[in-house]
């Protein structure tokens, strides 16, 4: 009886886990990445209309300032999940979240205060910043430290599906808008529902990771650090030691985040801007193009945990750099709903053979004591330089095929990095070797 009352326990803390994990980083998610979904809709709004491309272009600029906040949010949310726990950090990040989406939706025009309007617009994707900056290294290692060993990179993959299905939920709001609303009212009032919708459904998710088990990798840890020397319960003096590893996270991110911000996140506008197509037709291709990356998350999770994280990983980073350019001139040549569809589809089922099992992957570079923080620092780093630029380097630059020669230079970069990391499938995370990694 004893046995049975335990197994049920434990079923019902790993379902907590799953919920609380998945429904908060969807919600994380579809904060964030509204943003750039609706932005061709608000950017005449929160800025000076008089220039249509300035505005836009300005917008994706703070788009991209958000991102300066993300290695911030990492210090600190990383060092909270570290110290204090991973339970707290994820709950402070989604109630961070919920407050930037709340303060984008109220947000006075241009037109009635001025610049005002555009200081609002950049506290509050600062604040989200700082909040989607701790929740992926928080909510990842969270999860890795919950996975059974052999079956770790399937579900990491939970990550990026739920994660996606937030950024899905996002646009699939852009298509029922553009279909009920005029573009007038899209532009005028309309961007803001997204914004406040998620900013309520925030609270539910904050709810669930209040009520949430602690990591019990974590909590032998802190137990074991509680009797270590005080240097060695300082969080950022052991990530400095280990900067090695933090420059190989900086390397094999680079590439990855780039093109994933282009095909997945920013698609339906970029789509609008630079390849002509109408916002119907931009946001059912991405919302197409997402479904099948959800699949193929899944799929690449579960290959990682029988054929090793570097073989995936590299299938990703040489596939997608071979295929970029041919995919950008089928799009511009073909200007078709099909082409559009076809390239996303092709580049989001590569880069999940990366980002399927990237949670347990980075999670598994890193000691226990360090496992937010060391990985969630430089990631944010690499995110903030390299993904929250991307739209607005490809906007400024102005040409598709520029763009794509950066993005293949940093694909390359990031294969190389890969190559000279260890395999670690299946790895004791309660195993201390970073410094030989």
């Known amino acids: 009886m004893t046995t049975q009352n335990t197994q049920t326990e434990r079923s019902q803390s790993t379902l907590k886990t799953l919920a609380g994990t998945g429904v908060g980083n969807a919600l994380e ?21 008089e220039d249509g491309k300035s505005a836009f272009l300005k917008t994706m600029a703070v788009f991209a300032v958000g991102f300066i906040a993300r290695p ?70 969270y999860l ?3 996975a059974p060993r052999d079956k770790r990179g399937l579900w990491a993959s939970s990550i990026y599906v739920t994660g996606t299905f937030g950024i899905l939920l996002g646009m699939i709001f852009g298509l029922i808008l553009e279909s009920l609303l005029s573009e007038q009212q899209l532009m005028a009032w309309g961007w803001r529902i997204p914004f406040a919708v998620g900013a309520v459904l925030g609270i539910s998710a904050l709810w669930m990771r209040l009520h949430m088990d602690e990591s019990e990798v974590f909590e032998a840890e802190k137990e074991r650090k509680a009797e ?37 996140v920013t698609m339906p506008a970029l789509a609008q801007k630079s390849f002509g197509f109408s916002a119907s037709d931009a946001f059912t291709a991405s919302i197409i193009g997402n479904a099948v990356f959800i699949i193929s998350l899944i799929c690449w999770g579960w290959a990682s945990d029988r054929i090793g994280r570097k073989p995936t990983m590299l299938i990703a980073m040489i596939g997608s750099a071979i295929l ?53 620092i430089p990631y944010a780093l690499t995110i903030a330089i390299f993904g929250g630029t991307a739209g607005m380097i490809m906007t400024w630059l102005d040409n598709n095929i520029h763009f794509a020669y950066y993005s293949i230079v940093l694909l390359v970069i990031s294969a190389i990095t890969i190559l000279t990391l260890k395999e670690t499938k299946g790895v004791d995370l309660h195993g201390h070797y970073p410094e030989e990694y």
């Open 144 to 146: 890795a430290e919950h």
């Open 228 to 264: 270590a020397p005080q240097a060695q319960r300082n969080v950022f003096v052991q990530v400095a030691k280990n900067w090695p590893t933090a420059l190989k996270v900086v390397g094999m991110t680079a590439g990855l985040t780039v093109s994933y911000y282009v095909w997945s």
């Open 72 to 141: 911030f949010g990492g210090f600190f949310f990383g060092w909270l999940a570290d110290r204090i726990g991973r339970k707290e950090s994820l709950a402070v990040a989604v109630l961070c979240a919920s407050a930037g989406s709340i303060l984008i939706a109220i947000t006075p025009t241009y037109h009635q205060v001025g610049w005002v309007a555009s200081a609002i617009l950049l506290l509050a994707r600062l604040i989200q910043g700082l909040a989607h900056g701790g929740e992926l290294p928080s909510a990842q290692t």
């Open 29 to 49: 998610w579809f904060d964030w990445n509204i943003y750039a979904t609706f932005a061709v809709f608000f950017s005449s709004q929160l800025f000076n209309s």
């Open 324 to 376: 970029y350019l041919p995919l950008v001139h089928y799009v511009v040549n073909q200007q078709s709903m099909f082409s559009l569809v076809l390239a996303i589809s092709i580049q989001l089922f590569l880069l999940a053979a990366f980002l399927g099992h990237a949670p347990a992957t980075y999670a598994e570079m890193f000691d226990t004591d360090q496992r937010a923080s060391g990985f969630g």
